[in-house]
């Protein structure tokens, strides 16, 4: 019979690999030696788990089953990569605001969820709920949850954050995969195109009775200039000499040039802050551009409702900008140079505007038109043969009357009807 001593060894035996650090803090760690002879401390926790966990380990060598990185795996929570994110662009990224509003809806939407437990069908099913209106930011103004459907467009954006968070994620080795997969973004409908017409304009215009005010809304008509661009522009950046506004960096991240017309230059040369200020739309001390929200939701948006003008937003007056130049016979590829498209595809949706063009491709099916029979008198038939004499003396006559085209007059004139895109151009800024 064993005594107590040799008890007591025969326990520390089979306790091997488990102690307490620090001594009584109930606080057990496990130490074991994979096939290679490298060792490893895991912290565990209670002196029970810690045996449990122990065998499991060894058992995992045994087997050829032990994969050390998957143990050092830190589980992170979608919330927590989220707010890193956001403190890594705060001073690089041009949307944070709106990064900010997608980093709410995502840390409410996966609220307490790591990154491995969010899969394809979690946000599938989100965005069903966005599309149907059930998930929207609160409204800190009123205290409530705002209801109400959003655009594809709108989710899209809600999507794309989330993908780049996930793509940081697997950059830095916190999750293996990015469940924001192609499939979850739906085909977004851009084709819409509202613009003032000439109606319209006259009664916004009498809604509008501070010329400052009116001189926003005019500049964004005639410049076709996004509302940030706008209200972020500078002085530097205007040159009355060349007739240029440059933006130094728009939507696609380059610079582009717009240029003003005579309207625009009045506008500008008009304005107090030119030599108060830096900025073209300043606030009241001159020291801030003009909050561009503020103004819309304070003077744009009830100057609509006065007139009696639907449907419309800010961002529509650069629609009018398009339309009016296409109408205009301005030609697609020039609107494109000054809107600032980076495709084709995004200017063609004012094409419809202009049908001039497509009206003369339809008309080259139709085959010349020919001359009527005559008959053995050398009339037209249904004509007697005095009357063709008298058409014939009526013919000589407009003949003799209408001028010679045969000349640099008659050159001119041809190109004065023709649709010539550097006269049309010339002629819109002149």
């Given at each position: 019979m064993r005594t107590s001593e040799e008890?007591?060894?025969?326990?520390?035996?089979?306790?091997?690999?488990?102690?307490?650090?620090?001594?009584?803090?109930?606080?057990?760690?496990?130490?074991?030696?994979?096939?290679?002879?490298?060792?490893?401390?895991?912290?565990?926790?209670?002196?029970?788990?810690?045996?449990?966990?122990?065998?499991?380990?060894?058992?995992?060598?045994?087997?050829?089953?032990?994969?050390?990185?998957?143990?050092?795996?830190?589980?992170?929570?979608?919330?927590?990569?989220?707010?890193d994110y956001l403190t890594r662009i705060a001073h690089t990224h041009r949307s944070y605001a709106e990064s900010l509003r997608h980093?709410?809806?995502?840390?409410?939407?996966?609220?307490?969820?790591?990154?491995?437990?969010?899969?394809?069908?979690?946000?599938?099913?989100?965005?069903?709920?966005?599309?149907?209106?059930?998930?929207?930011?609160?409204?800190?103004?009123?205290?409530?949850?705002?209801?109400?459907?959003?655009?594809?467009?709108?989710?899209?954006?809600?999507?794309?954050?989330?993908?780049?968070?996930?793509?940081?994620?697997?950059?830095?080795?916190?999750?293996?995969?990015n469940p924001v997969k192609p499939s979850l973004f739906a085909k977004e409908n851009n084709a819409r195109v509202r613009f003032l017409t000439a109606e319209e304009e006259t009664r916004l215009r009498e809604a509008v009775t501070d010329e400052s005010a009116w001189t926003k809304i005019a500049v964004a008509i005639h410049t076709?200039?996004?509302?940030?661009?706008e209200f972020g522009l500078r002085w530097e950046h205007v040159d009355f000499t060349v007739g240029i506004i440059t933006i130094p960096r728009s939507k696609s991240g380059e610079a582009r040039r717009v240029p003003m017309n005579d309207e625009v230059r009045r506008l500008l040369r008009d304005l107090p802050s030119r030599m108060k200020s830096r900025w073209v739309f300043s606030s009241l001390n001159g020291?801030?551009?003009?909050?561009?929200?503020?103004?819309?939701?304070?003077?744009?948006?009830?100057?609509?409702?006065?007139?009696?003008?639907?449907?419309?937003?800010?961002?529509?007056?650069?629609?009018?900008?398009?339309?009016?130049l296409v109408m205009a016979g301005v030609d697609l590829r020039t609107v494109q140079e000054l809107m600032g498209h980076q495709s084709y595809e995004?200017?063609?949706?004012?094409?419809?505007?202009?049908?001039?063009?497509?009206?003369?491709?339809?008309?080259?099916?139709?085959?010349p038109s020919e001359e009527a029979p005559t008959s053995a008198t050398g009339t037209t038939t249904g004509t007697s043969a005095p009357d063709a004499k008298n058409d014939v003396e009526k013919l000589d006559v407009k003949t003799s009357e209408a001028p010679d085209r045969t000349g640099a007059s008659a050159r001119a004139g041809d190109r004065d009807r023709t649709g010539d895109v550097q006269l049309g151009k010339l002629a819109f800024y002149r």
């Open positions: 008890r007591l060894a025969a326990k520390r035996r089979r306790e091997r690999g488990v102690f307490e650090r620090p001594k009584g803090s109930g606080v057990w760690w496990i130490r074991y030696h994979d096939e290679s002879g490298r060792e490893h401390r895991e912290r565990v926790g209670p002196k029970g788990l810690a045996l449990e966990v122990y065998r499991k380990r060894k058992t995992e060598i045994a087997e050829r089953r032990f994969f050390p990185e998957r143990i050092r795996r830190r589980e992170v929570r979608v919330a927590e990569l989220i707010d980093a709410a809806l995502w840390k409410s939407a996966l609220s307490g969820r790591t990154l491995r437990e969010v899969v394809t069908g979690d946000l599938e099913r989100y965005r069903a709920r966005r599309l149907a209106g059930e998930l929207r930011p609160s409204d800190r103004r009123k205290g409530t949850r705002a209801r109400g459907a959003v655009k594809i467009a709108t989710v899209n954006r809600e999507l794309s954050f989330l993908r780049r968070v996930f793509n940081v994620g697997i950059a830095d080795g916190l999750v293996e995969a076709g200039l996004r509302r940030g661009e020291r801030t551009p003009l909050d561009a929200k503020n103004f819309v939701s304070r003077v744009f948006l009830p100057a609509l409702e006065r007139a009696k003008i639907t449907n419309f937003r800010w961002h529509d007056l650069r629609h009018t900008f398009a339309s009016r995004m200017t063609l949706r004012y094409a419809h505007l202009a049908p001039a063009h497509t009206l003369d491709a339809v008309q080259r099916l139709c085959p």
